[in-house]
């Protein structure tokens, strides 16, 4: 791969995040929680909920990149505070994504992850910027990126001085409609073949359909990814965002009880 100097593969040895005590590219890690922070009471519940069910991490948006200007952007500032006392009462750090390059230094107070989404894979502006924080950073990979340009988006973010970079497939753009993008589940062997970053799942947004989000799950731990990151709603049918695709947490403790034994079976596989 071309330019690439510092998230090549070579020789290194397997890059582990310490999100709090999370240890991201050693354990498997599951993040989960809503599309959008709405409301004190739907992400509390949300939050107890994912963490009932054995979450690592709790998601949430402040900031909402949508389609429509004139759909829910987010509750910005009173967002961040609200996922933060969720993650607070709930002892899980927290993964919130930042769309501006001007927020990243005060988001960076609160997030314990900072997320930039697939429309802003190569702002590079905003990864220069979150490269400056000390901040984790989750980088989603663009739904029209090839994984070189993922991977130097990612050297943007290390070049900086920021060594610790999470890539997560969300799916692509294909001439498919029936799920909402196609999950890309190649890249994980391929992006540990080519990299010693972290690579985490997102069935959520990939599939965009409830009863693909299991199976596509599971099929992302045995391709050997290192997390998932799931979309979960107390009340899925009250979401301002992505209703369609969250899980009730019902629908979430259940696949976390089918994960589960599937981890353990893998970290008993050779490499
Ligand atoms: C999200 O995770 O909230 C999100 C907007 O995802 P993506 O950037 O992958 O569409
Ligand atoms: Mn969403």
């Given at each position: 791969m071309k330019n690439l100097r510092l998230a090549v593969r070579e020789s290194r040895p397997r890059t582990v995040i310490d999100v709090c005590g999370v240890a991201v590219g050693r354990d498997f890690v599951v993040i989960a929680g809503p599309c959008s922070v709405e409301s004190e009471e739907q992400m509390m519940a949300s939050a107890r909920a994912v963490k009932a069910a054995g979450a690592d991490m709790l998601r949430g948006g402040a900031f909402k990149p949508r389609t429509?200007?004139?759909?829910?952007?987010g509750l910005g500032l009173r967002g961040l505070k609200l996922l933060a006392r969720a993650g607070r009462e709930t002892g899980l750090p927290i993964v919130t994504e930042v769309i501006d390059p001007r927020d990243v230094s005060w988001v960076a107070e609160f997030a314990d992850v900072l997320q930039i989404g697939t429309r802003n894979m190569q702002n590079f502006s905003l990864l220069k910027e979150v490269g400056r924080t000390g901040r984790p950073v989750l980088l989603k990979r663009g739904m029209y990126s090839t994984l070189e340009e993922w991977l130097n988006c990612a050297e943007y973010i290390l070049s900086?001085?920021?060594?610790n970079v999470i890539l997560c497939e969300r799916g692509i753009r294909t001439f498919?409609?029936?799920?909402?993008n196609t999950l890309d589940l190649s890249a994980v062997p391929a992006i540990k073949e080519l990299t010693h970053l972290p690579i985490i799942i997102d069935p959520t947004h990939s599939t965009g359909r409830l009863s693909l989000i299991p199976p596509m799950s599971v099929a992302a731990v045995a391709a050997g990814a290192d997390g998932l990151i799931i979309e979960v709603h107390h009340r899925p049918e009250e979401a301002l965002c992505d209703a369609a695709q969250a899980l009730t947490p019902a629908m979430f403790t259940d696949l976390m009880g089918r994960l589960r034994p599937l981890c353990n079976f893998m970290d008993g596989l050779p490499e």
């Open positions: 429509s200007p004139y759909a829910f952007q900086e001085g920021n060594p498919e409609r029936y799920t909402r």
